[in-house]
């Protein structure tokens, strides 16, 4: 959420135009009908939410349920870690993307400081939350500095550190390829200090590559969706807070569910219909176009 945009002046959402507990529930329970087998709670930041751990406990109890989680920048995590766990959340996942207070203030765009999200981790593995996954988006000339001390960091601890490539979401985030640090660059950065080897996905649809660290000092990702997209095996969907399912991480524009639920209309129904005709296909598209215009200039200079 860059400063440029969500300043001060910014008017955020009124009440009425989020879903309530009940529509978020409605939407859960038609999904899980459906199929689907594991929720994620994000962001923006999801604990900001009020009473949210009322709504943890809600999605806990639908049957079908087997994975409940949760993405948080940390920050508020130290003083809701136990809540969250009592509501029957499962797993936590936890941002961090740099170890320097003047690193990670850049990279958050607001100047939140590392203590209070270390605090947070470790709340969390004390609330029994094993393993925290910890997930560092990597930017070429803001935080690619921190991959080997994020390594290091992490090696031993009983936590699972995630590296992301630095993705354009949305449209508001100001990308641009050349910031990218592949996932393969990452990998051969962390071997270099710490051997890796590669071990398998642990489930069908899987983002992350996962890597093991070859003295046993535990397991390592990375979430290549610029460098190597993964759109054919992706089963994923994204329900925003007013309403708008999305089917593509990357898609500005998604599928209205608020009205649906709102005028009494089938939520599965709906769900079922999105989901038939989808044809998201994003990154491996940019992928090609990038493939082909670098042909092109190669051509041009004689490549």
């Known amino acids: 959420m860059p400063a440029s945009v969500f300043g001060p002046g910014h008017r955020f959402l009124s009440g009425d135009r989020l879903l309530s507990f009940d529509e978020i529930e409605a939407v859960a329970r038609a999904a899980v009908a459906l199929g689907v087998e594991k929720l994620r709670l994000t962001g923006g930041e999801p604990l900001l939410r009020p009473g949210l751990e009322a709504l943890v406990e809600r999605l806990a109890r639908i049957p079908g349920v087997r994975d409940l989680a949760l993405t948080t920048n940390g920050t508020l995590l130290a003083r809701k870690a136990e809540a969250l766990r009592r509501a029957g959340l499962h797993r936590v996942t936890v941002s961090l ?8 203030g850049a990279m958050n765009g607001v100047g939140a ?3 209070p999200v270390l605090a947070g981790i470790e709340a969390a593995r004390a609330a029994g939350f094993s393993p925290v996954k910890v997930n560092a988006v990597i930017r070429r000339g803001v935080n690619d500095g921190a991959i ?3 390594a290091r960091f992490f ?12 993705m354009d979401v949305g449209s508001c985030n100001g990308w641009s390829r050349s910031e990218v640090v592949s996932g393969a660059e990452i990998v051969r950065r962390v071997h270099a200090v710490l051997p890796l080897e590669p071990i398998g996905r642990a489930a069908p649809g899987e983002v992350a590559r996962r890597y093991r ?3 046993g000092g535990g397991e390592l990702g ?10 054919g095996s992706c089963v994923r969907a994204r329900l925003t807070a007013e309403g708008t399912l999305f089917t593509c991480l990357f898609a500005t524009r998604g599928h209205d569910l608020r009205a649906v639920l709102r005028s009494g209309g089938s939520v ?7 989901w038939r005709d989808r044809d998201d296909r994003y990154s491996e598209l940019r992928s090609s176009l990038e493939t082909v215009e670098g042909k092109v200039e190669m051509s041009r200079v004689g490549g």
Do not use: N
């Not at 993307?97 to 990670?104: E, G, K, P, V, Y």
């Not at 009983?158 to 490539?165: C, K, T, W």
């Open 222 to 231: 990375v979430i290549t969706s610029v460098t190597r997209p993964f759109c």
């Open 113 to 115: 400081k590392v203590a």
């Open 268 to 274: 599965e129904e709906a769900l079922a219909g999105i």
């Open 148 to 150: 080997e001390g994020l």
């Open 155 to 166: 090696h031993r601890s009983g936590d699972v550190l995630r590296f992301i490539e630095y």
């Open 213 to 215: 660290y070859r003295d």
């Open 97 to 104: 993307d740099a170890l320097d207070d003047a690193t990670f």
